[in-house]
């Protein structure tokens, strides 16, 4: 038809125009929001559809007054370096709002001190946000809540009004740990920052294994902020003083770590020394022998955040909390292999 725009170039005006509405009839009709007649949706839904039409953010935002931004939040660049579970999480994000306008804005709290998160909100650049870790005094849930923005936390939080979701780590742990103590081995744990829920949360789960079996926790292998290889090294030299015989690791990184010392010395896995990790990797699952691990999906994780997110930016009623659960790998690592 002559005079018809091109394809690629037609405009949410174009569209209007054609079909004789305005455009806030055709923004509803494409975002399914607001008073509008079936029959005017229907014929705006065919003609772009006819038409191949891509509905443009920028615009799109415009009319709904919306940035269509979602904003996730992660730790300093070494964290997401050396932690799967980060990549696997954003990756879930992602990919659940690969069908939407919504596109990903990365935010990194480095050292908790929430800079740029602030400066986001001051400039009005997000419609909701996902908080990937949970810290004790952390800044990120608290400084969006006071702006009104809604959000959706990966991991724990003693505040039941934030809305989050989380793997049930104190059973994962307490399953697993039962396992290796069935194996009449003594435990020495591994783990990383107190301040993090997730490791106090896995620390409650080794802790309670032990109660149940009627096995004394000996403080003397119990051992926390095992952020560099240094540290690993004497918590490991203090376990096997100990008589520790299997090393539980609270993460793939640490035991990474742990496996690397153990090979430079020339230990045997698990002949001279067993070892297990509260979190899997692929590295930990092709390590030889393979590591004995708990296996979260954080990429169904992230995507389940994204869903509550949208949900609660769509108005629309959901959970205010939810579950993603878990499989236990026993691999040659603990003599365990299934």
């Not at 909701?128 to 005094?137: E, T």
């Not at 079996?213 to 095992?226: I, K, N, P, T, W």
Request: glycine content about 8%; proline content about 2%; some cysteine.
């Amino acid at each position: 038809m002559e005079g018809q725009p091109k394809t690629a170039n037609l405009t949410i005006k174009d569209v209007a125009r054609a079909l004789n509405v305005s455009t806030t009839t055709v923004s509803r009709a494409i975002s399914g929001k607001g008073r509008i007649g079936e029959d005017t949706a229907r014929r705006v839904r065919e003609y772009i559809q006819e038409h191949n039409y891509v509905p443009n953010a920028i615009a799109q935002g415009l009319a709904d007054q919306k940035t269509y931004n979602i904003g996730v939040i992660v730790p300093e660049l070494d964290a997401m370096d050396s932690h799967a579970f980060f990549r696997s999480c954003v990756t879930g994000v992602c990919q659940e709002l690969s069908d939407t306008l919504y596109d990903v804005l990365m935010i990194i709290d480095e050292d908790g001190d929430g800079g740029k998160l602030a400066r986001a909100l001051e400039r009005g650049k997000l419609d909701g946000a996902i908080v990937s870790w949970a810290h004790v005094g952390g800044k990120a849930t608290a400084r969006l809540g006071q702006a009104g923005v809604p959000f959706v936390l990966v991991g724990s939080s003693p505040d039941t009004t934030i809305c989050r979701v989380d793997h049930d780590h104190r059973a994962a742990c307490a399953e697993l740990t039962r396992r290796l103590l069935a194996g009449g081995q003594k435990l020495a744990l591994l783990g990383g920052d107190r301040q993090l829920y997730v490791t106090q949360d896995r620390l409650q789960g080794f802790l309670k294994a032990h109660r149940q079996a009627g096995v004394a926790v000996r403080e003397d292998r119990l051992y926390f902020e095992m952020s560099n290889p240094e540290r690993v090294e004497a918590a490991l030299d203090a376990a096997l003083s100990a008589g520790a015989g299997c090393l539980v690791c609270m993460d793939d990184r640490i035991c990474a770590m742990a496996l690397s010392l153990l090979h430079h010395r020339g230990l045997r896995i698990p002949q001279d020394v067993q070892v297990a990790s509260f979190y899997d990797s692929f590295a930990l699952e092709s390590y030889t022998p393979a590591i004995t691990s708990l296996h979260f999906d954080a990429q169904k994780l992230g995507a389940a955040a994204c869903r509550m997110l949208l949900a609660q930016l769509e108005g629309r009623q959901t959970s205010s909390r939810e579950t993603v659960g878990y499989e236990i790998a026993l691999r040659a690592s603990t003599g365990q292999a299934e």
